[in-house]
């Protein structure tokens, strides 16, 4: 099956600093990212959805100057968490779309703020 | 009321159960995925529905349209099956997610 990469898998950094989560699809063009968040013990809770070279829709309540999403092509989308703080320290994932209603997950990237 | 309720929330079997995980939906959907997320957190993509029945190994997926309802059959239930299952429906370019059903297999 089609395979989207998700990277890094676990990531901890510093209070204030920026960190960059990718999703790639390795083996088909993803017309359509989109990325989650899981906080413990809940589901997954859609952040935005990206369009390859348009603005990302991002859900309510999901801000869009902290969370940065890029898809500047049909194989890589980017989610940028700016400022970061403890409060951040979540789950992240994405998948990918080819369009219809395939979708592929990567595995997940699970932040931890300090 | 959320748009995909899944059920049980939590379920421990013994080894070599049948096992049976249920998710309703109360909108119309371009296709329904099974998702396995391991304790690491890691995702899984199991099956991708939109109408009848799939299986792979011991997991077999099913769906009906009218009713719209699915379910998530594991055969002969071993310890490594033990993760959180997760319903997700996709409709119009929107994904929507069940709370998931935390499976316990015991030895």
């Known amino acids: 099956g089609a395979v989207v990469s998700q990277h890094p898998s676990w990531v901890i950094c510093k209070s204030g600093t920026s960190v960059k989560i990718e999703c790639r699809s390795l083996d088909f063009q993803a017309t359509t990212m989109f990325w989650y968040r899981q906080f413990p013990k809940q589901s997954l809770m859609l952040m935005a959805t990206?369009?390859?070279?348009?603005?990302?829709?991002?859900e309510q309540g999901v801000e869009k100057d902290k969370f940065l999403i890029n898809h500047a092509s049909l194989t890589l989308s980017t989610l940028t968490v700016t400022s970061a703080h403890p409060e951040d320290s979540s789950f992240y994932i994405c998948?990918?779309?080819?369009?219809?209603?395939?979708?592929?997950f990567g595995q997940g990237t699970r932040l931890t703020v300090v | 009321k959320n748009e995909v309720e899944q059920s049980p929330q939590n379920l421990t079997a013994q080894e070599g159960e049948f096992i049976t995980i249920n998710c309703s939906y109360s909108v119309g959907i371009s296709a329904l995925h099974w998702l396995q997320q391991h304790p690491g957190g890691g995702i899984v993509s199991l099956f991708m529905l939109s109408s009848g029945k799939k299986k792979h190994g011991r997991l077999i997926a099913t769906i009906n349209i009218q009713e719209k309802h699915s379910s998530l059959h594991i055969t002969a239930s071993h310890p490594r099956d033990s993760a959180v299952y997760i319903c997700?429906?996709?409709?119009?370019?929107?994904?929507?997610f069940g709370a998931g059903t935390r499976l316990t297999v015991k030895p």
């Open positions: 998948s990918a779309s080819p369009g219809g209603a395939e979708a592929f």
């Open positions: 997700a429906v996709l409709l119009n370019n929107d994904m929507r």
């Open positions: 990206s369009n390859e070279g348009s603005k990302a829709t991002y």
